[in-house]
């Protein structure tokens, strides 16, 4: 294989993991957020609330940056 087909090989494969992570996130957020409604509690939502913004926001954020890199 050439350095070319290599580099884009590496690309794909990291859009990959990028989507898998975001995927992965919001999964666990929606979890939480069940886990929410189904007895409200104020730590539970403050607990959703955090996770869904230290965990779920930054790899939205990472995933849309690298899509306007490659662009």
Known sequence: MD???LQILRIAF???????LTILSLCMTFALAC??????????????A?????????SLVKEKKREGQQQ
Do not use: C, K, L, N
């Not at 990291?14 to 898998?20: E, L, N």
């Not at 886990?35 to 959703?48: F, G, K, L, S, Y």
């Open 3 to 5: 350095a070319f087909s």
């Open 14 to 20: 990291q859009t990959i993991s990028d989507r898998v």
């Open 35 to 48: 886990w929410v409604m189904h007895d409200p509690t104020q730590e539970r939502i403050i607990m959703a």
């Open 50 to 58: 955090f996770f869904g913004s230290v965990v779920f926001v930054p």
